[in-house]
């Protein structure tokens, strides 16, 4: 996903639960890096954690109401809050 800070990646997940259906975007985050993978994320928490001595990490998920045919159109409305987010959400951080 394109954003003002560079290219990030992120998953996506179609929740679906008896009518209820839901887009959702989720990453990690930390003052350094941005992290799709769980595994990943474990590793540099470590690293960061022997290196930096600092282990601030957030799990950021956004989500977007959708229905059977509207997937594309929940990802994107998602996708374009996540873009406008991820700025503020990085001055958060420590640096």
């Known amino acids: 996903m394109a954003t003002s800070e560079g290219a990030i990646t ?16 989720y990453w990690y ?4 890096r ?5 595994w990943e994320s474990k590793f540099w928490l ?4 022997l290196r930096f001595r600092r282990t601030d990490t957030a799990l950021v ?6 229905s059977p045919h509207r997937d594309e159109a929940a990802t994107a409305s998602a ?5 406008k987010l991820y700025p503020e959400l990085r001055s958060y951080f420590p640096r």
């Open 34 to 38: 941005t992290i799709a993978g769980e």
């Open 46 to 49: 470590v690293a960061d954690g």
């Open 29 to 32: 985050q930390t003052s350094r």
């Open 10 to 25: 992120v998953n996506r997940y179609i929740v679906v639960r008896g009518l209820e259906r839901l887009v959702a975007l």
């Open 79 to 83: 996708a374009d809050f996540a873009r």
């Open 61 to 66: 998920r956004v989500i977007e109401l959708s």
